[in-house]
């Protein structure tokens, strides 16, 4: 049973930290999240998690967006240990040194990064938005089941759609089953595999995947 650790007496003040300190995976750990906002909701702590909350005024922007920063973070998960779970000690977490420029400054930080993150979200929400477009019209631009017309077309097309059999309109081939030892990593042909082939775009990542010489 995980223990539980009262965190907060009432209620969850601005500007609290919480940051992971046990995980499985090694490069997870010290992970933090920021709670900016307030609640009335009484909030409990588990044992897997450091709680921080500031004695002292600093623009919390900066503070959150400085201890996702790769320095701080490089500094924490060194100080995991752990075999099957890795683990922080919250002494050792209390002796990190961390930089904080004047309160000015950090606002100035902070702000940038909050901004970023925003158009993250926006963009975000925009390109999901696209890719529900697209699913939808993959399935109505294209005629389903027996129908040979599909449920949306451009303006002024009106004929119905040929049925083909594919083999009329392309010649398939299958892949050849190369011997492991003729790869390498300088040979003059790539092997195209469901790896390097990027999902749903027509072009191949060349920097992943084995190469080859001509073959005899």
Same mark, same amino acid.
């Given at each position: 049973k995980t223990e539980l650790v009262k965190y907060l007496a009432s209620n969850t003040n601005e500007n609290?930290?919480?940051i992971t300190r046990s995980?499985?995976?090694? %490069?997870?750990?010290?992970?933090?999240n920021y709670i900016f906002t307030c609640s009335n909701i009484i909030?409990?702590?588990?044992?897997? %998690?450091?709680?921080?909350?500031?004695i002292e005024l600093n623009n919390p922007y900066y503070m959150a967006y400085m201890l996702?920063?790769?320095n701080f973070r490089s500094k924490m998960i060194l100080l995991a240990q752990?075999?099957?779970r890795y683990n922080i000690s919250k002494n050792s977490a209390m002796d990190i040194e961390i930089k904080l420029p004047k309160r000015k400054e950090q606002e100035s930080i902070g702000e940038l990064f909050y901004k970023i993150d925003n158009l993250i979200t926006l963009h975000q929400r925009k390109c999901d938005k696209l890719v529900e477009l697209k699913k939808s019209l993959l399935e109505k631009m294209f005629p389903q089941n027996n129908s040979v017309?599909?449920?949306?077309?451009?303006k002024g097309f009106t004929n119905d759609w040929e049925q083909r059999k594919l083999n009329n309109v392309c010649n398939i081939s299958t892949g050849y089953p190369f011997d492991s030892q003729n790869f390498n990593n300088y040979g003059e042909f790539l092997?195209?595999?469901?790896?390097n082939v990027k999902a749903e775009f027509d072009e191949v990542d060349y920097k992943i995947g084995n190469h080859i010489n001509v073959l005899d």
């Open positions: 609290e930290k919480i995980k499985k995976n090694y %490069c997870s750990r010290s992970y933090s909030t409990y702590l588990n044992s897997f %998690c450091f709680g921080f909350r500031p996702r920063a790769k752990g075999i099957s017309i599909p449920e949306i077309r451009f092997v195209l595999t469901n790896g």
